[in-house]
């Protein structure tokens, strides 16, 4: 709703949208870890929640931030919480009656996170384009949504209690409803958005419970806007927040979208609507001010302007941030500072770091540091003043003059192979893994000493050598036709390169939250990358100098090198993936040179990097598929090219997977083998393809029968000299029993399917 000014300018305010979870030192893993494995209680864990809770908000208030959020925690997903706090919980977790003691809550509450005996989990996705992951509510038109949950409610009296008051943080109805999907019993063209009247009734009793409680702001998060999806469900959108805003007993409501610009129509909407703020990411695409400008500004809905980036590492370049949020002044009578989304997917303090160069350390920014920043944007834009020139630091560029040179002078006949080997195999069905096998405890323990300088480089590797013989051996036993070499050297897919590359560094305490308890510690490409030595040569050519059946080398591609990393934002992501490729590219020589015929490049995390928006696709998939190209594209007729990806909602990039010219694609398909393989056969598919038969997350071993079914069912599809016979990731996970008899039932489908071709 538009008004003029009038008076004096409010001053502006900071604020961050959500903060790390998992402690300093990943405290909430090693609690949640513990109490799964009964070596804590209940009470325990909670108490450790609480403590990070309280501790979040200390940090943030030392930071120098205003106005602090509450309710951003969580014990394994903020997705799973809004969905229990709702009632939304499958009858498969339900108990009989409601939850008797804590115990009983939390035992179903990481069901449905983690499966149980009686009860496979919720599906787990990717949380839009980050590297989070998020459970899906399953809903169906029996489904009743109601409030039975008080967390929120509860973890802002907590705040108060500590001296904060807070903002508590909600995910907004329309995106939790988006994000849900269709329970198995509901019918084919039923849509969760039907329920949302129902959620709507429910939030507004949560919403009055939150005034009564004290609150006086709440944050609605509606991310789903920045997608395709949600920016066309406008009347939507106009429905839930007219409704929310009509409600006379409730805080104020901030909107909050993040992961790109929300586009004007839903703009106006959310203007028009009787919300008091919007929060919009400043910092993705550069379209958010267009959008303002288009609609005229905000007028009296306050502005939280999201410029500081949540999701990289780099520090904010204040001097630039102050100027966007002066000509914002003119866009809307009220402004905080915030950051682009919630500071989930950083890590959280860079004081922690001390072995990174100091030169790439200046240029970075954590959770915390971030948080310092809101605020003193914030007190530049209230205050006046000048930014002094330190906190104007911009990302140092660590240019190479060689790399980019080389880059320079080859020309587009280098992404070209001169022969694709369409039809890879002599045999039908050939067996292969998808590179890692089991990561033993020794393993873990020996590379963890190795790497404290307690264990010398020779034993190390002698070590591994051993690790390497049995893997090999083993293949050989269970009668694998292509064999790998099992990866026992690698701490990670990426952080195995990065520390080999030159432009990368790593964290030591950088840890960013996966999924659940799971963390990862993300590189950092900050400059020209080049490969001063080969990283794997050593570890295949031991490996196949042990067999006379073909290794296959095992490298990762250059999307998701970039996909798994904090990476630099001075020049186009295509360019820097062109400098992995490079890298890989000697690396795919040097293999070849050393007698390896097959050879894998990872990219796990293509799909993951797509765009969230339709209109950015053929973009992406153009530098995605150039730098696989360039990484692979110098290889001999002779040498087959594999690939692998972990999942199967090709969709939207199957002519991509195809211009990847790889021989042989393996693909995550154990749940929807049968369609991915029928649709690649309607296609006319020309490659090789390695659909995963059994699904390795699982402990469970699968049975001959069920291998052989999925087997017969894809020969009808896909010509056997084609197909691949695999499971549907790396092994690494599991445990020696469970993968070995798999393999084992695997090798014996094959050969069974074989035998009646
Ligand atoms: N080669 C890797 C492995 O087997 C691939 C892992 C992945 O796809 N995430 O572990
Ligand atoms: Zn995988």
Request: proline share 6%.
């Amino acid at each position: 709703m538009t008004t003029t000014p009038t008076g004096p300018r409010p001053p502006v305010r900071s604020t961050v949208h959500g903060y790390p979870r998992i402690g300093p030192r990943r405290e909430l893993k090693r609690a949640c870890e513990s109490y799964w494995k009964g070596a804590t209680s209940a009470h325990e864990l909670d108490t450790v929640a609480s403590g990070l809770r309280t501790g979040v908000l200390a940090q943030l208030r030392a930071a120098g931030v205003d106005d602090l959020p509450s309710n951003t925690f969580s014990l394994y997903d903020h997705v799973l919480d809004t969905a229990v706090l709702f009632d939304l919980v499958p009858s498969r977790f339900a108990s009989p009656a409601a939850a008797a003691d804590r115990d009983e809550e939390l035992r179903r509450y990481f069901a449905m996170a983690r499966g149980d005996q009686d009860a496979p989990p919720l599906e787990m996705t990717k949380w839009f384009d980050t590297n989070y992951h998020y459970l899906v509510p399953e809903l169906s038109p029996s489904t009743r949504p109601r409030l039975v949950g008080d967390t929120p409610v509860a973890e802002f009296r907590e705040a108060a209690a500590a001296g904060f008051h807070t903002r508590p943080v909600l995910l907004g109805p329309l995106t939790f409803l988006m994000l849900a999907k269709a329970a198995d019993d509901a019918p084919d063209d039923w849509d969760p958005l039907t329920l949302l009247d129902q959620l709507l009734d429910a939030y507004a009793r949560l919403l009055a419970e939150l005034r009564s409680a004290g609150a006086t702001e709440v944050q609605l998060d509606e991310p789903i806007l920045a997608t395709d999806e949600g920016r066309a469900a406008t009347g939507r959108l106009e429905h839930a927040y007219q409704r929310l805003g009509a409600l006379t007993e409730r805080p104020a409501l901030l909107v909050s979208t993040y992961f790109g610009s929300i586009g004007a129509p839903a703009l106006r909407v959310l203007k028009e609507s009787p919300v008091e703020a919007v929060g919009l990411d400043l910092v993705t695409d550069d379209e958010a001010v267009d959008d303002l400008v288009q609609v005229s500004g905000l007028g009296s809905t306050r502005l939280v302007a999201g410029i500081v980036d949540g999701r990289n590492v780099w520090r904010t370049d204040v001097r630039a941030a102050a100027a966007t949020l002066g000509t914002l002044l003119a866009l809307a009578d009220d402004i905080t500072v915030s950051t682009s989304c919630s500071l989930l997917h950083v890590p959280i303090d860079l004081d922690a770091e001390t072995a990174l160069p100091p030169e790439l350390r200046g240029a970075l920014a954590f959770a915390k540091q971030k948080a310092e920043e809101t605020a003193l944007l914030a007190r530049v834009l209230s205050e006046g003043g000048e930014v002094d020139d330190a906190s104007a630091t911009r990302p140092p560029s660590f240019t190479d003059a060689r790399v980019r040179a080389r880059l320079d002078a080859l020309g587009p006949q280098a992404e070209r192979r001169t022969k694709v080997r369409g039809l890879p195999t002599d045999t039908p069905l050939t067996t292969t893994t998808i590179g890692s096998f089991p990561q033993t405890p020794d393993l873990r323990r020996a590379r963890a000493a190795h790497r404290r300088g307690e264990l010398p480089d020779q034993d190390y590797t002698k070590l591994l050598r051993e690790e390497i013989d049995r893997v090999i051996a083993l293949q050989e036993d269970i009668g694998l036709d292509v064999l790998v070499h099992g990866e026992p050297e690698r701490n990670d897919m990426v952080q195995y390169f990065a520390e080999q590359l030159r432009g990368y560094a790593t964290t030591e305490y950088g840890w960013v939250q996966s999924y659940g308890s799971r963390c990862v510690r993300p590189p950092i490409l900050y400059g020209d990358v080049s490969r001063p030595a080969p990283m794997t040569v050593e570890w295949i050519t031991y490996a196949q100098g042990r067999t006379d059946k073909p290794v296959k080398g095992m490298l990762t591609g250059p999307v998701t090198m970039l996909a798994w990393s904090f990476v630099r934002t001075d020049q186009p992501l295509g360019e820097t993936a062109r400098q992995v490729a490079l890298a890989l590219r000697d690396e795919v020589a040097d293999l070849e040179r050393a007698g390896i015929r097959h050879i894998q490049v990872d990219e796990a995390a293509l799909r993951e990097l797509l765009p969230l928006r339709r209109e950015h696709h053929q973009d992406y998939l153009d530098w995605a598929v150039g730098s696989f190209r360039l990484a692979t594209g110098g290889v001999a007729p002779t040498t087959t090219v594999h690939t692998h990806m972990c999942y199967s909602e090709f969709g939207l990039i199957v002519d991509g997977i195809e211009a990847l010219d790889a021989d042989v694609t393996s693909v995550e398909a154990a749940r929807s083998r049968m369609e991915l393989v029928a649709d690649l056969g309607r296609r006319g598919y020309r490659r090789g393809i390695g659909p995963g038969v059994y699904d390795i997350h699982s402990p469970r071993v699968p049975t001959v029968e069920e291998i052989e079914e999925s087997l017969r069912l894809a020969v009808a599809h896909i010509d056997p000299h084609k197909l691949w016979v695999n499971p549907d990731c790396g092994l690494k996970t599991r445990r020696y029993a469970e993968a070995e008899q798999a393999l084992r039932n695997m090798v014996e489908a094959a050969r069974r399917v074989r035998a009646d071709l």
